[in-house]
């Protein structure tokens, strides 16, 4: 019987926001995964541990849920006026695929840190002490993010007391700038409507908002299907039929969208859309056992990642609710209580989440300018990554 020995690669895992991650640079990535490609992803499925038919990724660096499997490879940018590229692989659990269709929000905190970390902001560029503005193009839907990460001493601070609820640990807060975040080309709103009749055979038809900011979402009413809008992950994760439900219904939903022409190709692509549900402020007890007023949000959001309902907020999800909020007759402003706004707060699983949004007509449609909302980031272990020299 043949060994084929392991070969090290340089690595470096991270938390961005309410993710986790394992972070490359392309140079360092073997010469053969260096470009799209089979071998690519076959390397990437190795490390994080997938396909898993367990659905535990043990031998691997995944967690076995969406915010733990993921990768990230970033290089000097080729973008004028931009100082990393980014690029973002969403390593499905029990298939054997990764999703490049979408960005992730939450890593998106990380990243400025890591390229400074990296060599790839001009030294001349970053402050003895202040702040350090990277600015990020985000290769997988061609736009511009703006990392704001503090510097002390020379040196990226990860440490301080921004809290951000699903995090358990304070850390120092990165403010993060979504340029212009409707995702891709096209439309914000694909259909052209705020508010679309959104018809799934054997189930139902259910008043929908489809739009194309931060990451392509479906929200529903939650009444509409039967929740509170306040539930958390044991209330639904559990539940294999409503899962079913919520696939199916993503799946014609990414069909009116125009993201897939039949509903069978949303299997190979989990990542996006993310379907969502709305309702209005409630009080509710969060996963961490945190009472959430009513009072102190505007609206409760819940969303579905690969499948499974997210034990926070992903932050792609938190600019597309944002923008919503801030376009009056979305069901997400309706929720909110209508009228205009530049900022919503929404309770989710885990506690709730500031995130302001700037949307205006332009030629007669709707667009978003920008999103802005603080996250945070921490390295939790760099080195090398090991998996056998013949996975790829």
């Known amino acids: 019987m043949s060994r084929v020995p392991q070969i090290k690669v340089p690595a470096t895992y991270i938390r961005g926001g309410t993710s986790k991650g394992v972070f490359f640079r392309r140079a360092d990535l073997p010469e053969a995964c260096q470009q799209p490609g ?8 190795r490390v ?30 080729t973008q004028p006026g931009h100082d990393v590229d980014y690029l973002f692989g969403q390593v499905a659990i029990n298939k054997a695929f990764v999703d490049w269709s979408g960005n992730c929000g939450n890593l998106t905190a990380a990243v400025g840190a890591f390229a400074i970390m990296s060599g790839f902001v001009n030294a001349e560029r970053i402050p003895e002490n202040g702040i350090c503005t990277v600015r990020i193009w985000q290769k997988n839907i061609s736009k511009t993010i703006v ?20 995090v358990t640990f304070p850390a120092a807060e990165v403010v993060i700038e979504f340029m212009d975040p409707a995702d891709g080309e096209g439309s914000m709103f694909p259909t052209g409507n705020v508010v679309d009749d959104l018809e799934v ?31 958390l992950q044991k209330d639904l994760n559990s539940d294999s039929a409503a899962l079913e439900r919520f696939e199916t219904m993503r799946a014609w939903g990414a069909v009116k969208m125009g993201l897939i022409s039949d509903i069978a190709e949303a299997a190979t692509r989990q990542h996006t859309p993310k379907i969502a549900f709305v309702a209005p402020a409630t009080a509710y007890t969060a996963s961490s056992g945190k009472e959430i007023a009513a009072a102190d949000i505007d609206v409760c ?10 034990h926070a907020m992903m932050g792609t999800a938190a600019v597309a609710i944002a923008t919503a909020a801030a376009v009056p007759g979305t069901l997400v402003n309706l929720a909110a209580g209508g009228g205009e706004r530049n900022a919503v707060t ?47």
């Open 38 to 45: 089979e071998a690519r992803d076959r390397f990437l499925m």
């Open 201 to 231: 055979p054997g189930i139902g038809t259910f008043k929908a908002t489809l739009i194309n900011s931060g990451i392509p979402t479906i929200f529903l009413n939650a009444a509409d299907i039967g929740y509170t809008g306040t539930e």
């Open 48 to 77: 994080i541990g997938s396909p898993d038919p367990y659905g535990q990724q043990i031998d691997g660096m995944g967690g076995a849920t969406s915010s733990t499997s993921k990768t990230v490879i970033l290089d000097k940018s």
């Open 301 to 310: 959001v819940r969303a579905l990642s690969m499948g499974k309902l997210h």
């Open 147 to 166: 990392a704001h990460v503090p510097i002390t001493n020379g040196e990226v601070q990860e440490t301080g007391d921004f809290e951000l609820d699903g």
């Open 346 to 392: 929404f309770g989710h699983p885990s506690g709730s989440l500031r995130v302001g949004a700037e949307a205006e007509i332009r030629s007669g449609e709707w667009t978003a300018t920008k999103a802005v909302m603080g996250r945070s980031a921490r390295v939790l272990m760099e080195g090398w990554v090991r998996v056998p020299g013949d996975s790829f």
